[in-house]
């Protein structure tokens, strides 16, 4: 059956994408905010690097960080004299941690409440009725972490917000784009100890157990000559990639600790040079990966070293940070390493960099041009430092936008708790969680980074396998969702919280052939109902149905509803895929 709709959606789309005031920001030119340079102050303060004014400079790229103990805090804006302000911008775009903020104006000594809001989740326009003050203030009044806020933004009456025209993608991403999804691996001396040093247990993510005991290097070190790993298997590794369905690999080549997990002509602080092992997994991994079409991308934690006396954040044997020769460590380890890992590996997809304490804009410009000096094609995260030098936004980590995000985009999460392993971290994601993760993650227009944590013997966490082999049976039969796929054009989460659109081609949007991909983790029997389609629909079928019999379709005779007969019962145990075909 085939059926013919066009109705005007523009109504519905906006509905749907728009809650309260909020709305996507801004096309050029866009009108300067009275706020911007202008004084401002901040409850508590994370470092240097993360002052107040971050959140006031016009740079989405730089942000204000509180406390690393805060879960509140305030932003507080000095406009030099009575100015009447009618709504005010504010980004939350790389850690959405907000839970409840108000926007408010000082009056006779008191703070006033103009306007409240629970999440932020990105881009946020709270438009009131305008009033007039010197003093206005952000204040994030819960979060779930840290608060950090990239801007906060005074706008006067008549200033005109409208949507964000996507920037054109760079086709060094096309890729990445396709791949969707990507195995991330945290495996190092960390792994020995798997979260216990004599005899305790840590509550910390593994990996960071160096620096949750304050273990001394000297100490620490003597983990290298355990380190012996009987049952690392490359070819099982990418096999399993393989058969998640992910498409690249990120491998911890050094983490915090400093221990490099390949060989490394420039630290003897290596696994091939420092333990009874020798071998080379980057070696092996790259040969492997190359059998399995997965694309080998590696992480390197390019400015926290807890075992070089200057590198990052090692306080308990070294001096503190700022008394570090810092560009001496970033000369002799830091930047030869990643040089090395980009010569010595064969095409290198992607390099994420983390925590970068210390990284002015020069010193991240010495790292994105070494990079693009060797492998120009590799793409850089964006935790690499200041000076907005990367190619796509990595999320905090475990952090899932709330609504859809421009440009490309990634988060890094974890299966359980924990990056590296630890023994006693059984807090499984099952795989209905995992898939509906991936999918919310694409819907969105991001990418999903999911982590194992090998074993001290090289092995993968039999639980992990298990899980991501099953969700990769999904995506066998429903690939055609994810890979490759774009955001949804219903807006956030499509109102529902528990179905998701995508669509093909990526950059689809109303009025072009393509396909919508509904999915429906929760199954609605009997019928599906789609209120309005600003184009033609042609057909419709189960994605798990392998003869693809097409479903009947009913319209209203207005023809601004859609409704599709959905077999009885949910043809996913999952995520069952509606695919509605849009000619
Ligand atoms: O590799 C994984 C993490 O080790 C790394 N990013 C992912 C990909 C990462 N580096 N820093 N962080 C994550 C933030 C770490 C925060 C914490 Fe802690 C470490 C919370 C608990 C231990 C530092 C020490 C803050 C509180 C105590």
């Not at 690097?49 to 016009?58: F, L, M, R, V």
């Not at 410009?365 to 990079?371: E, I, W």
């Not at 859609?562 to 069952?576: N, Q």
Request: proline residues 6%; aromatic residues 10%.
């Amino acid at each position: 059956m085939k059926h013919t709709l066009i109705a005007s959606l523009a109504a519905l789309i906006t509905s749907l994408a728009v809650t309260g005031a909020e709305t996507r920001l801004p096309a050029d030119p866009q009108p300067t905010p009275l706020s911007e340079g202008k004084p401002v102050k901040a409850s508590t303060v994370w470092s240097a690097g993360y002052e107040a004014a971050k959140a006031n400079d016009g740079d989405d790229e730089s942000r204000w960080g509180a406390a690393p103990d805060a879960r509140s805090g305030w932003l507080e804006v000095d406009l030099g004299q009575d100015t009447e302000v009618a709504f005010v911008v504010i980004k939350e775009l790389a850690y959405q941690r907000t839970k409840a903020f108000a926007v408010e104006c000082k009056e006779g000594g008191n703070w006033h409440e103009i306007a409240t809001g629970n999440t932020i989740a990105g881009e946020k326009v709270l438009k009131f009725t305008p009033v007039t003050a010197r003093y206005f203030r952000l204040h994030i009044k819960a979060a779930s972490d840290v608060p950090t806020i990239e801007e906060f933004q005074l706008y006067a009456p008549g200033a005109k917000i409208t949507a964000r025209a996507e920037k054109p993608r760079d086709p060094k991403l096309k890729w990445f784009d396709e791949a969707k999804y990507g195995l991330f691996i945290n495996w190092g001396l960390y792994s020995i100890p798997a979260g216990e040093w004599n005899g305790k247990p840590y509550d910390n993510i593994g990996e960071w157990i160096m620096h949750s005991a304050k273990i001394p290097v000297k100490e620490y070190e003597q983990l290298a000559k355990q380190f012996n790993p009987g049952k690392f298997n490359a070819e099982e590794w990418a096999q399993l990639a393989e058969d998640a369905g992910m498409k690249y690999l990120v491998f911890d080549c050094k983490h915090h600790d400093g221990f490099a997990l390949y060989h490394s002509e420039i630290s003897k602080y290596n696994c091939y040079d420092a333990t009874p092992w020798k071998r080379d997994p980057m070696k092996e991994l790259q040969a492997a990966c190359d059998r399995h079409h997965i694309k080998l991308c590696f992480y390197y934690s390019q400015a926290t070293d807890w075992h070089e006396p200057n590198g990052g954040m090692n306080n308990w044997d070294f001096k503190p940070d700022n008394e570090k020769d810092f560009d001496q460590y970033l000369r002799d380890k830091s930047l030869p390493q990643v040089k090395e890992l980009l010569s010595n590996y064969g095409p290198i997809g992607l390099i994420w960099f983390d925590v970068p304490v210390m990284m002015s804009a020069q010193r991240s410009k010495l790292f994105a041009d070494l990079v693009h000096s060797i492998q120009p094609a590799t793409l850089i995260n964006s935790r690499l430092g200041e000076g907005n030098l990367h190619d796509y936004q990595s999320m905090g980590d475990n952090e899932i936008p709330h609504r859809v995000i421009s440009g490309a985009w990634e988060t890094a999460a974890t299966i359980n708790d924990t990056w590296g392993y630890k023994k006693n971290d059984h807090n499984w994601k099952q795989p209905d969680n995992i898939t509906f993760k991936l999918v919310d993650i694409v819907s969105k227009g991001g990418n999903y980074l999911l982590n194992v944590g090998p074993m001290g013997d090289g092995s993968i966490p039999q639980p992990s396998q298990d899980i991501l082999r099953k969700v990769g049976k999904w995506l066998k039969v429903n690939g055609e969702a994810v890979y490759g796929a774009g955001k949804t054009p219903f807006g956030d989460e499509l109102g529902k919280s528990d179905w998701r659109c995508t669509v093909q081609p990526l950059d689809w949007a109303w009025g072009k052939p393509g396909k919508l991909y509904f999915h429906l983790f929760k199954w609605p029997g009997g019928q599906f109902n789609l209120t309005g389609v600003n184009g033609k629909i042609k057909q419709s079928y189960m994605l798990a149905d392998p003869e693809r019999k097409l479903l009947g379709m009913e319209l209203t005779a207005a023809g601004d509803k859609l409704t599709v007969r959905l077999p009885e019962k949910a043809t996913d145990e999952i995520d069952s895929v509606l695919c509605v075909e849009v000619e």
